[in-house]
């Protein structure tokens, strides 16, 4: 796939200007995880860069692409692109930028739920609206005499919930119940291929929703023909870590709590990686 390279300039600006560098493949079958390579000799080395794709006034970080180049050829996986919808990917850089031709995700269902490295494809039908529910964060406390609470509101508000009635036949069905017991994180995919009004460009559904899975359940549908099931399904929103990040599973206070001196500590030996990784609520109880 080709690719517009522009030097100090944005994207919407770098026309006319072609460079080998950044290939965008979709390999064959039904949503694949689309190929982003970033060759060798695209980006000087030692720049820190960013890949991204976007799509519809989208755009989103591709796992993996914020890094320090290191002169030697880049793979990635995004199986978060949006489906049946042109995208293009950037590779940015201080002072530099790259972009690929539009490329199109196929998949021929209906919509579409899989775990956010791709896998466990389930074809849905996606019912109703799209019912979304944003967590404001804020707790209000009655002071005695004063006619209003007072506000206490966190320096951010949450992305919130999701709420969606589907519809399954039964080899979907077993997926959906298979991808529903493993806890990971799940993407839900819009298609525009059945949405009028994303034919019309006047649709404002997210192409891609990422959340984990926090309420499902589900009862047998009226449909004769087959065995359909009805499920009510309920996420809350949430980002995708990047890869090699390690999230750490307490803070500081979690430790004073246990009493440990920083000599005992020391003698257990711990990597900073692995004490990161230590449930501390549970030392000691």
Not at 73 to 85: K, Y
Not at 86 to 99: E, F, I, K, M, N
Not at 103 to 117: D, F, H, Q
Not at 207 to 233: C, G, K, N, P
Request: hydrophobic share 45%; charged share 20%; net charge neutral.
């Amino acid at each position: 796939m080709p690719v517009r390279r522009c030097l100090g300039a944005p994207a919407e600006s770098c026309e006319g200007v072609s460079a080998v560098g950044l290939v965008v493949r979709a390999p064959a079958g039904q949503a694949p995880v689309m190929q982003v390579v970033v060759e060798a000799g695209t980006v000087p080395d030692g720049a820190a860069i960013t890949v991204t794709g976007t799509a519809r006034g989208e755009s989103w970080p591709v796992r993996g692409g914020s890094r320090t180049w290191g002169g030697s050829q880049l793979v990635l996986g995004d199986a978060l692109a949006p489906v049946n919808t042109p995208v293009v990917y950037r590779v940015s850089w201080d002072g530099g930028l790259a972009a690929s031709e539009p490329v199109v995700r196929p998949w021929s269902g209906r919509s579409l739920l899989t775990e956010v490295t791709g896998g466990s494809a389930v074809d849905l039908l996606w019912q109703g609206g799209d019912e979304r529910e944003t967590d404001q964060r804020v707790t209000l406390h009655e002071v005695p005499g004063r006619p209003t609470p007072v506000a206490v509101m966190a320096p951010a508000m949450g992305a919130g919930t999701v709420s969606l009635t589907a519809r399954t036949t039964p080899v979907h069905t077993r997926g959906l119940a298979a991808l529903a017991a493993r806890p990971v994180p799940v993407a839900l995919f819009h298609n525009p291929r059945w949405c009028y009004q994303c034919q019309r460009g006047a649709c404002d559904v997210p192409l891609v929703t990422v959340m984990v899975l926090t309420s499902v359940s589900h009862a047998r549908a009226a449909r004769l023909d087959v065995a359909e099931r009805s499920w009510q399904i309920k996420g809350a929103l949430v980002s995708v870590p990047q890869p090699g990040t390690l999230l750490a599973v307490s803070v500081w206070d979690d430790l004073d709590a246990v009493g440990m001196t920083w000599d005992g500590l020391g003698a257990r030996g711990l990597s900073w990686d692995r004490f990161d990784r230590v449930v501390w609520q549970e030392e000691g109880a």
